[in-house]
Antibody, heavy 121, light 107 residues
Framework: EVQLVESGGGLVKPGGSLRLSCAASGFTFSSYNMNWVRQAPGKGLEWVSLISTSSSYIYYADSVKGRFTISRDNAKNSLYLQMNSLRAEDTAVYYC??????????????WGQGILVTVSS | DIQMTQSPSSLSASVGDRVTITCRASQGIRNDLDWYQQKPGKAPKRLIYTASSLQRGVPSRFSGSGSGTEFTLTISSLQPEDFATYYCLQHNSYPRTFGQGTKVEIK
């Protein structure tokens, strides 16, 4: 069974930092691109970042570029998101999302349960 | 960056109604668009890929159309389990962008 379990969320002051982790199991982690997607309370989905299987390519949303860093450790089956210079507008539930790329295109087929990050003084 | 404008933001409909949701891209994205459904407290799931292909296991009352900048998701006969929020997602280029979402509520 595919499992994605996020951790590391919590309350942080504006300007502070936080590191999210996602522990993956039930599949060959190194074979899949991974994403972070967030959802502010009562709001819609926002794609945050993608990292390819071997970390050879990485992309970010404009809203987090220069402040957030995505990384992965395939030996530990883990995905990370280092968040610096946090703002109130970064308050959201953050989801770790597996991406399947096949003849049917790109599919965000498995999502973690999400972890809440609250940025407030 | 490509902006996705989704409309309406919400709608009220009855069981059996035909429902149409629209997404407009700020520039052409060929058919690189998917539709996702999210129910409260649940992860989103893909309904439609490459604009018009039905995800395996998704009921045939869901359909998608469009290409370039204009896309639609249609539910031909709304069922009780379809009350949810729907999002379009473009994967033509990075950064990927979701539409703002359409909440389908019971009339």
């Amino acid at each position: 069974e595919v499992q994605l379990v996020e951790s590391g969320g919590g309350l942080v002051k504006p300007g502070g930092s936080l590191r999210l982790s996602c522990a993956a199991s039930g599949f060959t982690f190194s074979s899949y691109n991974m994403n972070w997607v967030r959802q502010a309370p009562g709001k819609g989905l926002e794609w945050v970042s993608l990292i390819s299987t071997s970390s050879s390519y990485i992309y970010y949303a404009d809203s987090v570029k220069g402040r957030f860093t995505i990384s992965r450790d395939n030996a530990k089956n883990s995905l990370y998101l280092q968040m610096n210079s946090l703002r109130a507008e970064d308050t959201a539930v953050y989801y770790c999302v597996r991406e399947v790329v096949d003849r049917d295109g790109y599919n965000f087929d498995h999502w973690g349960q999400g972890i809440l990050v609250t940025v407030s003084s | 960056d490509i902006q996705m404008t989704q409309s309406p933001s919400s709608l009220s409909a009855s069981v059996g109604d035909r429902v149409t949701i629209t997404c407009r891209a700020s520039q052409g994205i060929r058919n690189d668009l998917d539709w996702y459904q999210q129910k409260p407290g649940k992860a989103p799931k893909r309904l439609i890929y490459t604009a018009s292909s039905l995800q395996r296991g998704v009921p045939s009352r869901f359909s998608g159309s469009g290409s370039g900048t204009e896309f639609t998701l249609t539910i031909s006969s709304l069922q009780p389990e379809d009350f949810a929020t729907y999002y379009c997602l473009q994967h033509n280029s990075y950064p990927r962008t979701f539409g703002q979402g359409t909440k389908v509520e019971i009339k």
